[in-house]
Structure formats: C-alpha cells, structure tokens
C-alpha cells in the first residue's frame, strides 16, 4: 500500500472492517453512487497499517508506475481532545483576520 498522496487518485471508497477470520479480512467497500461491493483481503496487510475488525478505513485506486492501478489505504481515526484543540487552535490562528463579508 504506497502512499497516493502524489499519484491520481481514479476512486475512492469508504471501507469497512466487518469481521476478521485467520487470514483474511472481510470488507466492505461504499462507492459515491451507493453501491456496496464485499469481499476478503489478506488481514495483515490492514493489521500493518493498524486497521481491525469493526473499523472504517478509506481505499483508494490509484495510477501506479508498475501497474495501471494500484489501492492505497488510509485509516480514518479517532483523533484525542487535545489533537482536536490543537487543530482549532491553528484553523483560528491561521483564519483570525477572515471577515466572511470580504467575500461578496
């Protein structure tokens, strides 16, 4: 799973853990019309990046320049109270001198 960050992103999934049996993991993956697509995939390769059973995570099909398509997948986490302060206190920092009616 290589990181998509500069690579195009052609989908995007939001995925699903929903349950674990040995090797393999069985997921769920929603695609943006509504569509439920389901299947296995090898349980160590989400237990690498930290994703069990019962967690969400975000798969996305990327151009690779091995192959034509490459999955990238990202965990979605739950972040602390004090990451999520820090997180508003920089967004209030950084957009202190925003006044909404500059932009009409």
Known sequence: MENSEKKPVL???????????????????????????????????LAEMGIGEQQRFTCRTIVDSIAPHGVDIVVDR????????A?????????????????Y
Request: glycine share 8%.
């Open 11 to 45: 989908e995007t999934f939001h995925g699903f853990v929903d349950r674990i049996d040995g090797d393999n993991a069985y997921v769920t993956l929603h695609t943006p019309e509504g569509t439920d697509i389901s299947g296995p995939i090898e349980s160590s390769k």
């Open 78 to 85: 739950v972040i602390s109270d004090e990451e999520f302060q």
């Open 87 to 103: 997180l508003l206190s920089g967004i209030r920092q950084e957009f202190e001198d925003y006044d909404i009616r500059d932009d």
